[in-house]
C-alpha cells in the first residue's frame, strides 16, 4: 500500500508552497525585463515538463483516450494560465496579481456549481459576490491608469485555473497526480512556442536589479522561478494534497498576499495603499465564506 504523509510534514509543504507562489509575482517582475513575459513562460513550462518527466520515468502510461483531456487542461492550467499571469505581470503590480489570484477558491466553487458539481448554498454564493466586490474595487480604482490592463490578464488567468481545477478532477481520481502534471506541462510546451515563438537568450551577464539587497542575475532569477514556484510548488502540493483536504490547502492562499507584500516593498517599492487594504479586506472574507464547508 502507497505510504502518506503525515499532517505536519503536509502542513509545511503548504507553507513552502505559499512562499514559492507568493515570491513568485516580485521574482517575476524582476526576470520579465530580461527575458520578457513570454520567455519567461517558455521557460518556466518547458523547465517543469523536463523535471516532471524524468521524476515520473517508470510510473504508469497515460492512455490515449485521456490525452485531449490533459490537453484541454493544459490549455486552461498551465500554458494559458501561466501566460495570462505572465504578461499581466507585466502591465500590473505584483501586490494587486496576487490579491486577484485569491479569487481561485471563489471562483472554482462557481464554476462547479454552474455545471452541477456544487450544490448551491446561499452563504458560499454570498462569498462569491464579496470576493468578486473586492477585486472590482480593486480593478475600478485602476480604470484610466496603466495597471486596468494587466489586472484584466490576472483575473482571466484565474479564471482559466479556476476551470481547470473543475475539468481535472476526475483525471487526477483515476491517474497518478505526478504523471498528469508532467503530462499537463509537456503539452504546454508546444503551444506556448506556439504562442510567443522561441524566446531570444538574454546576455549571460544581464543583471536585474533587486533593491537594497544588491544584484541577482537574472539566470538566477529564472531558475529559482522553474526551482520554486513551478517544480517545488507543483510537487509539493501534490504531497501535501495526499494528506490534507482541499479545503485546508484553499485557505493557506491567504498567505500569498502577505508574502508578496514582504517582498515588493523592498525589492519593487510597492506599498498598499489604504484602497489595496481595503480591497484585500473584502476579498478575504469573500472566500473565506465562499470556502467554508457547506452543512450537511
Known sequence: MPSY?????????????????????????????????????????????????????????VPWRDQPKILLCAVLGIAGNQLLFLYGLQHTRAVNATLIITLVPVLTYAVALMIGMERWVWRRVAG???????????????????????????????????LYLVISRPLLERLSPLTVVAWLFTWSVPITVAVVGLPTLPPWDAVASIGELGTLPVWGAMLYIVAGPTVGAYYLNL????????????????????????????????????????????????VWLATRPAPS
Open 5 to 61: 504523509p503525515s499532517l505536519r510534514p503536509a502542513l509545511l509543504s503548504l507553507l513552502v508552497v505559499q512562499f514559492f507562489f507568493g515570491s513568485l509575482p516580485v521574482v517575476g517582475k524582476l526576470a520579465i525585463p530580461a527575458f520578457g513575459a513570454g520567455g519567461v513562460a517558455f521557460f518556466r513550462i518547458a523547465g517543469g515538463a523536463i523535471v516532471f518527466q524524468l521524476l515520473r520515468l517508470g510510473g504508469p502510461a
Open 128 to 162: 462569491i459576490g464579496v470576493g468578486l466586490a473586492g477585486v472590482a474595487l480593486l480593478v475600478a480604482g485602476d480604470v484610466g491608469g496603466g495597471e486596468l490592463f494587466g489586472d484584466l490578464l490576472i483575473l482571466g488567468n484565474t479564471t482559466a485555473y479556476a
Open 239 to 286: 504531497y501535501a494534497l495526499r494528506a490534507v483536504p482541499s479545503s485546508t490547502v484553499a485557505l493557506f492562499i491567504y498567505l500569498q498576499p502577505f508574502i508578496t507584500t514582504a517582498f515588493s516593498i523592498p525589492l519593487l517599492g510597492e506599498i498598499p495603499g489604504p484602497r489595496t487594504l481595503l480591497c484585500a479586506l473584502i476579498s478575504f472574507v469573500g
